[in-house]
């Protein structure tokens, strides 16, 4: 099979039975039979097949024709249309039970032909070549042995089967409820000691915008843990995900569970891609690295020069101080932006559920101000505080991937999805009450690999998923809090400012 890394589906959504088997994913798709004799495909003929109504996939060698179903797709049309024609076993299993894949039989049209040494089209497969600029060192890579599968990727593949058989990725029922209703507890404890200590200045603008930040940020982790479907069972979409997810993405934290559903899945498909993580996207605001450049030059205005030349210049200016911007602008305005992005998006989409349980946090958070805040600037300094406090969530989000080498998709299937989320992905050092705090986030290599583990299992799969990139050279990247926002979100980025400004840029 060629080493072609794609994607069907970057969601789950499909998920609609139980999924509790053990059955592996690579063992589940044998099941595939067909009483139609299956013919042979070449990777040249399935990467033909990509038009809106003639679209084949491959799934772990198997080609399925997915012409008339891609429209009716849960994921949406687009994510299948961008990734036709490709080999896309690995990551499809990143995001799919083993279960889910005998729903494919009836779209199966033949299998997928090997050539070794070659994509199956006849071109040499080759690993990436890691530049990063200045003084950033770049990772290490596996040895990579054109048209084989790389023995990381095997091993990656045999870790997952082994992880299904032993039921790692049954949530716990008790684990969830107790991180929920310890979220709402903070909110309660800030209503009783606001009741009780109205006049304390403390207690208005330290304490209770730490309390209710606290209670959207956990909520916010809760619905994170549900939307990859890592807390409900059977998976997918379900009266339970559903409410869950609208409770406490919606209702406790204020954003869109169906935007946040799409953009993160797409972050974990392709992370930090160019262009492509829209959650990773801050066009002339921030550089990661130089693979951006050709991304930002598609966007500048082609027309009106005049517009052309005030954008480049605001890239240049803003790159050039990206280094002391990126943690203010984090903290201070990451928490409207957010907001903006969630309710505009469920407009445009008619999301009403959504609307409607954005509106019930919006009524709470109002009365809460309302009720213990008397003038209009005690109100706007609580807003300010709390927001800035919510900021931190974003500081933990960029901190697992910001300024890390960035790909494009040939590259991406050239490295295999293990090396490539090693390389895009990094985790942060935790003790028992910081694991708490980051909820499972300071965990991003094995959320990563494995994004409907639990999050209460990620740390007992850290020494086997380590063990794999000790025996295969590759970097397992594990930073303090402290150091890490300070070598990723300060040093780093001041690195690629200086490559930026070395660089052209028309």
């Not at 530049?131 to 095997?154: F, M, N, Q, Y």
């Not at 993405?249 to 899945?265: D, I, R």
């Not at 028992?432 to 980051?438: G, N, T």
């Not at 994004?451 to 740390?459: A, V």
């Amino acid at each position: 099979m060629c080493t072609t890394e794609k994607i069907l589906q970057p969601s789950s959504e499909g998920d609609h039975i139980s999924d509790t088997t053990t059955t592996s994913s690579n063992s589940a798709t044998t099941q595939h039979s067909s009483k139609k004799p299956q013919r042979t495909i070449t990777y040249k003929e399935l990467n033909s097949h990509k038009s809106v109504g003639d679209c084949w996939i491959s799934i772990d060698g198997r080609v399925y024709d997915v012409s008339r179903f891609h429209k009716n797709h849960p994921g949406g049309s687009n994510v299948i249309m961008e990734y036709t024609g490709m080999e896309a076993g690995d990551v499809f299993h990143m995001f799919h039970a083993p279960v889910i894949s005998h729903h494919l039989r009836r779209f199966l049209i033949g299998r997928l032909e090997t050539e070794d040494g070659t994509d199956g089209g006849g071109e040499k497969i080759c690993a990436p070549v890691i530049a990063l600029p200045g003084k950033i060192k770049p990772p290490k890579v596996a040895r990579h042995d054109a048209g084989e599968s790389l023995e990381c990727t095997r091993e990656y593949r045999k870790l997952r089967k082994e992880l299904w058989e032993e039921g790692a990725f049954v949530p716990s029922y008790p684990y969830f409820a107790f991180k929920l209703v310890l979220a709402l507890s903070f909110l309660i404890v800030a209503v009783g000691l606001m009741a009780l200590y109205p006049s304390s200045t403390v207690l208005k603008y330290v304490v209770a915008p730490a309390l209710v930040a606290l209670t959207m940020q956990q909520s916010a982790l809760v619905a994170h843990d549900t939307l990859h479907n890592g807390v409900v069972l059977p998976r997918g979409k379900n009266w339970k995900r559903f409410l869950l997810g609208q409770l406490s993405g919606g209702v406790l934290m204020g954003v869109s569970p169906e935007m946040w559903l799409k953009e993160h899945n797409e972050h974990h498909a392709f992370t930090i891609r160019p262009g492509g993580d829209p959650q990773f996207d801050y066009l002339f605001l921030w550089l990661m690295s130089l693979a951006e450049i050709p991304y930002w030059k598609r966007h500048l205005p082609e027309k009106n020069e005049f517009l052309r030349a005030i954008a480049r210049g605001f890239a240049r200016v803003m790159v050039r101080v990206q280094h002391l911007t990126v943690v203010p602008l984090a903290l201070v305005i990451g928490r409207y932006n957010f907001l903006a992005i969630c309710w505009s998006y469920a407009v445009r989409h008619g999301h009403w559920a959504d609307l409607i349980s954005m509106s019930l946090h919006f009524a709470w958070y109002s009365m809460f101000v309302s009720a213990f805040y008397g003038s209009p600037t005690e109100k706007l300094l609580f807003v300010v505080i709390n927001y800035a406090l919510n900021g931190v969530l974003h500081i933990q989000l960029l901190l697992s991937h910001f300024c890390g080498p960035q790909f494009s998709s040939e590259e991406e299937s050239a490295l295999g999805v293990f090396q490539f989320q090693l390389l895009t992905t990094r985790n942060v050092k935790s003790c028992w009450w910081s694991h708490w705090f980051h909820g499972g986030l300071e965990l991003q290599i094995e959320h990563h690999l494995f994004p409907m583990l639990p999050r209460h299992r990620l740390r007992s799969i850290r020494g086997r998923v380590r063990a794999i990139c000790d025996k295969h050279g590759i970097d397992y990247v594990e930073v303090g809090f402290f150091e890490g926002v300070y070598d990723w979100l300060v040093k780093h980025p001041h690195e690629a400012a200086k490559a930026f400004a070395a660089a052209e840029f028309l």
